[in-house]
């Protein structure tokens, strides 16, 4: 809007007095006779409605709803039960395996927990079969020895791919379910598909 003021003198063109923010914006210009009086009348009014709405310092503009990307799910930890139980069956199923061959068995075991054929927890798995059965699925636990780690190092680095493997890790084995020793030729293993080979162990699914 330009409103031009009795007596004012004209300013150069494209200069303008402006106030910040949402209120009037003004031009002063020579005024015509017939224009006087309603233009004095716009500035009044335009004047009092910049003193009725502060203008902000800043103003901030939301983004709209249908064009953020939602946030990805929180990670929640896995309780500590579970964590044991993994880091266990890496320990002393491969505690002398390097570190590729202690993540795969930690893989084989989350690959079963999300199984249908298979419980659906860590410690379920591990614990299938019960402790003094043939059913029993790893050997330690059902091996007739003590459960507690005694390497202190070994059982530190057991913990940690523990971890990392629970906070979704690749997978080395290419979804196997099973595994064993290069040393022994389980009867089940000519009926399953072998997906790798990594240390000491031989993978299949």
């Not at 795969?104 to 059965?133: I, K, M, Y």
């Not at 493997?165 to 009867?187: E, Q, S, V, W």
Request: hydrophobic content about 35%.
């Amino acid at each position: 809007m330009t409103i031009r003021s009795p007596g004012s003198t004209p300013l150069a063109e494209g200069r303008r007095r402006k106030r910040s923010g949402p209120c009037l914006e003004v031009r002063w210009r020579t005024p015509t006779a017939t224009s006087s009086r309603w233009l004095g009348l716009l500035a009044a009014v335009g004047l009092a409605a910049c003193a009725e709405r502060p203008i902000p310092d800043a103003i901030a503009y939301a983004p709209r709803p249908d064009l953020v990307a939602p946030s990805p799910p929180a990670r929640v930890a896995p309780p500590e039960s579970e964590i044991d139980c993994l880091a266990k069956t890496i320990y002393f199923e491969a505690r002398g395996e390097p570190q590729s061959g202690q993540r795969a068995v930690a893989a084989v075991v989350l690959n079963r927990v999300r199984s249908p054929d298979f419980p659906d927890t860590v410690c379920a798995v591990v614990h299938q079969g019960g402790e003094d059965t043939p059913d029993c699925q790893f050997s330690w636990w059902c091996d007739g020895l003590s459960d507690e780690p005694r390497d202190r190092k070994a059982w530190k680095k057991a913990q940690a791919i523990a971890r990392v493997m629970l906070a979704g890790a690749k997978d080395p084995t290419h979804g196997a379910l099973y595994f064993h020793h290069i040393r022994i030729r389980p009867y089940w293993s000519a009926s399953l598909d072998r997906t790798t080979r990594i240390g000491r162990h031989i993978y299949y699914r």
